[in-house]
């Protein structure tokens, strides 16, 4: 799901529905579907996201960085507090 979308080209810009993906891959691959323990982690599908990227495309992240994200599922956003290039917890 991540990189999917042009951000540079809004006319081919395209919406998708989070939360209907979500739960259909949480239906088949997920505790919903029986076969496992756990829900499968999901990276880049906005406020759904149950896992994330820890830093900078080149590994770099602050030394206090652990991971934690603000999500508002009313606005589909995660606030990840990403500061000087990498993402800090």
């Given at each position: ?30 505790k ?50 990403s ?7």
């Amino acid at each position: 799901m991540d990189g999917a979308k042009d951000t540079n080209d809004k006319s081919n810009a395209q919406d998708y529905d989070f939360q209907r993906w979500f739960k259909t891959i949480q239906q088949y691959e997920g505790k919903a579907s029986g076969k496992y323990e756990d829900d499968c982690l999901l990276f880049g599908a906005e406020s759904y996201t149950t896992v994330r990227w820890i830093g900078n495309e080149r590994g770099y992240a602050a030394e206090e960085t652990w991971a934690k994200s603000t999500i508002d599922r009313e606005n589909n956003t995660i606030n990840s507090n990403s500061r000087d290039g990498y993402t800090k917890g």
